[in-house]
């Protein structure tokens, strides 16, 4: 059942990205359109190697307790 969703969720976001037109917005700032042989290279790339291993968050540390508490 998961496999059957993640397939449905992974071609519903490639067709949006193979769809989506060059767009002018807000402010004239333009976005193209995503060119489909760039997102073919990407997809059969992998994730670059210093993304692999690199945290989500960056750990903090918590202040000191007050004395007494």
Do not use: I, K, Y
């Not at 397939?7 to 995503?34: C, K, M, Q, Y």
């Not at 290279?41 to 968050?57: D, I, K, S």
């Amino acid at each position: 059942m998961f496999e059957a969703v993640l397939d449905g969720v992974e071609e519903a976001v490639l067709n949006s990205l193979l769809a989506a037109r060059t767009t002018t917005g807000f402010h004239g700032r333009t976005v193209p359109a995503l060119p489909a042989d760039r997102l073919l290279t990407a997809l059969t790339a992998g994730p670059p190697p210093c993304h692999a291993r690199a945290p989500l968050f960056e750990a903090r540390q918590r202040p000191a307790a007050p004395e007494g508490a």
